[in-house]
């Protein structure tokens, strides 16, 4: 399909179930494993079991004491659904997916065909630059290989097909441009950092917040920080009901234009879909970017995601709910 005509019109589920069959067919767990070998391939080390978040931590507080970019950028099953959103094949299943997580994410999948070729594009740059890429773990591999035999197998076309994507997607981005090497890590490194980012954070000059809370106090009291600053965004659709807006690219833009980070600034980025390619740009501008998805509702004390245990989120929680 030409990217440029792209366009995510309604599809039945049914219509989405019958042409995810399909794609499972054609997608062996074979062929997936041989992708994310490939993909580790591509790292100078790689770790994607929960001992990757020490090495991800001593890159980034070197990164900080010496005032050199970095970035940290996380791909799961949305970022594969964006990535995977113009492929030839499997239209009903890709259309599908691309409707819901853009109203998972923005609680509207009104975007036209540019903008969500740019959001692609963007998303591809900054995994493909960045310094520490964390991608969907064999465990995510072998439950998509138990869901094969699961009834449930076909109960979340869009979140099974997106890991899928997040997979291959990344494989066929990393070797079309033979980056440069990396540390490939879990795309859980998030909360695996979860004891180090107060001692990331002591080695940065500023730290940056972009996320849908302003933490700024909280941080600064929390980690010992003396200069932070937040950007507010609107939050996820699907975690936050009600609070999700189609911020992507006018909102997005005004934030880039606010951003102003450089070196020994620490740029902490909660923005879901959009996070990734905010790293990169802090990226560029010489800052350590760190796309720490979820991280930031355990801070504000607030249960989002599978992990978010109530021990988990009052071990971690440094603001209230």
Not at 191 to 213: H, K, N, Q, T, W
Not at 217 to 237: D, E
């Amino acid at each position: 399909m030409n990217e440029a005509s792209y366009g995510a019109p309604f599809v039945s589920a049914e219509a989405a179930t019958n042409s995810y069959d399909h794609y499972l067919a054609a997608t062996t767990i074979n062929s997936l494993s041989l992708a994310l070998k490939r993909v580790e391939s591509f790292g100078q080390y790689a770790d994607l079991t929960e001992s990757g978040s020490s090495i991800a931590r001593d890159l980034v507080i070197d990164a900080l004491e010496r005032r050199v970019a970095l970035s940290l950028v996380r791909i799961g099953d949305g970022e594969g659904n964006i990535l995977g959103a113009f492929g030839c094949h499997f239209r009903d299943a890709r259309d599908h997916s691309t409707r819901e997580i853009l109203n998972m994410m923005f609680a509207t999948s009104g975007f036209s065909n540019a903008e969500l070729l740019r959001m692609r594009l963007d998303m591809i740059e900054a995994l493909v630059n960045a310094d520490i890429l964390g991608v969907s773990d064999w465990v995510r591999v072998g439950r998509l290989e138990a869901l094969r035999q699961s009834p449930d197998g076909r109960s979340d076309v869009r979140g099974y097909m997106g890991s899928y994507e997040s997979i291959l997607q990344v494989d066929k981005a990393l070797q079309a441009s033979q980056p440069r090497r990396r540390l490939i890590v879990s795309n859980h490194i998030h909360r695996y950092l979860m004891d180090f980012y107060a001692s990331i954070a002591s080695r940065a000059d500023e730290v940056l917040l972009i996320g849908p809370y302003d933490l700024s106090s909280a941080l600064q009291q929390a980690f010992g920080i003396q200069k932070v600053r937040t950007l507010t965004i609107p939050n996820q659709a699907s975690s936050t009901p009600g609070e999700g807006a189609k911020w992507f690219p006018d909102a997005y833009d005004r934030l880039l234009a606010n951003m102003k980070v450089g070196p020994g600034v620490l740029t902490l980025v909660a923005a879901g879909l959009l996070g990734k390619a905010l790293c990169g740009h802090a990226q560029l501008q010489g800052a350590v970017a760190l796309d720490i998805g979820s991280v930031i509702d355990v801070w504000r004390g607030k249960a989002v995601r599978n992990y978010h245990s109530p021990e988990f989120v009052d071990r971690f929680r440094i603001a209230d709910s």
